[in-house]
């Protein structure tokens, strides 16, 4: 299954998956890489919505040689921009509409079993084109979007920043920056990793965290996790209208995002449920993940109501039913149950189709007043009667329908082999939602997932807004929505009004509506400039899901991949069917170019210069920007040799003082240096000498 078809899910799935380093590999079979000398984060985030820009500093000390870039992309980022520098000289990565080139430098074949696992299931890929010369030094900084996991006023961040498998030695500076910006209040904020904080500062509507580590080797994960009031739950939107020659389609230049996590209110009452269990127990399944399923479907059981009814379906190409049909919820019916629980084991092939087969029937005399729900644990391939993913969907679809009751269809993936195209299709299909689970992740997702289904908030959910001015509304099939969970939607307007937007849908039969009052903005807001990039990714995602329902090679199924290429290239979001490319890149040279917004923003110079001992820069901000700049200090080969900060809160003229020494306190000798500002993806350069 590609990557980009889950992201429908995670909307309501709390996954814990982040991003990392990234390899400057030379010599891909005897894991040659160059040396990471320095690696700066900074996460700005607005609610649950995250822009990360990333980026290495490597060093060369052998002979010359052409390095391909290698970073471990989770499933759940996209990609928006790729930058290089060698020297002063900035280039920026164009998008290709063509998949990327996964092969990697190397004397043989093979691949170095630990950067295999480093760069994981999903890595991007970017084969630098200029040689990196001896002594010389390399910059490449990624910048991707991504919704962070959220459950029940949770939200996590994950940098995975163990760099143990690339890189023993230790990196002189690695600086973490989280800035957090929310509309409901932060109750808390915590770096749950081990790393000593240098800054954590929490203001209820904002918050930083700064992690700054020199001369450490990467051996632990950044992981922090931030508490929402769970007071204030709600429609929290973001608007921003920008000017119409920097939007790329003529869909309007207003875009609009917002995350809905309604008060479920009175739809919280006891459900009386009618609940099945198919439990794949085929080869396949053998070891962990049959440990797994098992203990899954042991909580379950345990933790039914009085007044629910269940079953157990298990299957390899033999099905099995531990009762002809649905038996109340008794202790005894428990105990009976665990023990065929615990008797189960691995064995032949994976009948799927013959599961459902016997599984959806059963729901005879059960009734639509009823919470029906089917819960099904596999690691979902299909190797016996119905293989085929797509027949197989039907197939399920139609038994659904054949048996006139409404079916909540709920799928675990069990291991990292779960057919993840399968199991989405037919939850979705199906008014449920599919979730995949790691190794260490069953106890605390199934405690979360029955929690979940316990409270519904919409189910079948439609929206809706009045009067109609907001289009192309993406997702465009609704998730539901439960307790502790949320919906980020994502739409374009051209005219700027208020709009009411309508939430409405049933919760398990009771009818329910949520109506919230808007103001679309009518002007462009800086710190809202993601908000083009989450559009499009929303639509992306809708995308790629009609895409793999189809035949692949279809002429329905061509037409909607090269919608998605065009947009990926016109929105700078890369997928699947994208790929960065150095060709027709972007070349930036710093002393000479010029600022993307130069109303808003202008670099004054330093002065004294040339200067001994200090020099002052100065930098005029004409626009409600606020957050954490860098102010990066090169020698005349291109290599870091101080980082200074600077916090901007809105407009006017900011100094800050370079003394002249390095990052570990030693005075640099004469010679002539370059500052570096980046604001909103422009980058802003100075020249200066120091003079002894």
């Known amino acids: 299954m590609k990557r980009l078809l889950t992201f429908f899910i995670t909307i309501l799935i709390p996954l814990s998956l982040g991003m990392a380093n990234g390899v400057a590999i030379v010599d891909a079979s005897k894991a040659i890489y160059l040396r990471l000398d320095s690696t700066i984060v900074n996460v700005l985030v607005v609610g649950q919505i995250s822009k990360t820009i990333t980026t290495q500093y490597f060093t060369n000390k052998d002979s010359a040689v052409v390095v391909k870039y290698g970073f471990p992309l989770s499933e759940q980022a996209s990609a928006i921009q790729l930058r290089w520098r060698i020297g002063t000289q900035w280039y920026v990565a164009s998008v290709a509409g063509t998949k990327q080139d996964t092969t990697l430098p190397g004397s043989s074949g093979s691949v170095s079993p630990d950067l295999v696992s480093y760069l994981g299931k999903t890595p991007l890929y970017f084969s630098i084109p200029q040689p990196i010369q001896t002594d010389s030094t390399l910059a490449v900084e990624l910048t991707y979007v991504e919704f962070l996991p959220y459950a029940f006023g949770t939200v996590s961040y994950i940098y995975p920043s163990d760099y143990h498998l690339i890189q023993s030695g230790v990196i002189g500076v690695q600086r973490f920056d989280f800035e957090l910006t929310s509309q409901r209040s932060i109750d808390s904020i915590r770096v749950a990793s081990h790393h000593t904080v240098t800054t954590q500062i929490n203001y209820g509507d904002s918050a930083r965290v700064q992690i700054v580590l020199h001369e450490l080797a990467g051996t632990e994960n950044y992981t922090l996790r931030y508490s929402l009031s769970l007071n204030q739950l709600g429609l929290f939107a973001y608007s921003s209208k920008l000017p119409a020659a920097l939007v790329p389609d003529s869909l309007g230049n207003g875009f609009l995002t917002f995350i809905a996590e309604p008060d479920p209110g009175s739809t919280t009452a006891t459900i009386s449920k009618v609940f099945t ?207 502790g969970k949320q919906m980020i939607v994502a739409g374009r307007y051209s005219n700027a009004q208020s709009v009411q937007i309508t939430l409405s849908g049933t919760a398990f039969g009771h009818a329910v509506s949520y109506n919230y009052d808007v103001p679309l903005c009518d002007s462009s807001i800086s710190d809202y400039q993601f908000l083009p990039k989450v559009w499009a990714k929303r639509k992306i995602e809708s995308l790629l899901i009609h895409y793999y329902a189809l035949i692949s090679g279809s002429e329905e ?58 020099t002052t820069i100065q930098l005029r901000v004409n626009t409600n920007f606020s957050g954490l700049l860098d102010i990066r200090i090169y020698n005349i080969l291109g290599q870091i040799v101080r980082i200074l900060h600077l916090q901007i809160r809105g407009s006017g003229i900011y100094n800050v003082v370079w003394d002249g020494l390095n990052n570990n306190g030693v005075s640099l000798s004469s010679g002539i240096y370059f500052y570096g500002i980046e604001m909103q993806n422009t980058v802003l350069i100075g020249k200066m000498t120091l003079v002894k």
């Open 277 to 483: 269990l198919i439990i794949d127990r085929s080869g396949s399944m053998s070891g962990t993940k049959m440990d797994q399923a098992k203990e899954a479907a042991t909580f379950i059981v345990q933790n039914l109501n009085e007044g629910d009814k269940f079953n157990l379906i298990d299957f390899d190409d033999v099905i099995t039913s531990f009762r002809p049909f649905h038996v109340s919820f008794t202790p005894q019916s428990r105990d009976s149950a665990l023990l065929y629980i615990s008797a189960l084991y691995a064995r032949n092939n994976t009948s799927i189709s013959g599961a459902f087969a016997t599984a959806v029937p059963q729901f005879v005399y059960a009734n639509d007043s009823t919470a029906n729900i089917i819960i099904f644990l596999t690691d979902g391939q299909p190797t016996a009667d119905i293989t085929d993913i797509p027949q197989l969907v039907q197939y399920i679809d139609t038994l659904i329908t054949a048996s006139e009751r409404k079916i909540f269809l709920f799928s675990f993936g069990i291991g990292s082999d779960a057919n993840q195209q399968l199991l989405t299709l037919i939850s979705l299909h199906n008014n449920g939602l599919a979730e995949f689970l790691g190794n260490d992740e069953l106890y605390s997702r199934i405690t979360d997932f029955y929690l979940t289904i316990r409270n519904p908030v919409l189910l079948d959910s439609h929206i809706s807004f009045t009067p109609p001015i907001v289009t192309q509304v993406f997702p465009d099939s609704l998730p539901n929505l439960y307790k």
């Open 557 to 614: 199924a061509l037409t909607i991949k090269n919608q998605i290429v065009s947009l990926s290239q016109a929105y700078g979001i890369i997928t699947e069917f994208t790929s960065f490319t150095s060709s027709a890149t972007e070349v930036r040279n710093d002393r000479n170019s010029k600022n993307l917004y130069p109303k808003n923003f202008e670099l004054l110079g330093n002065y004294p210069n040339p200067f001994n001992p200090s």
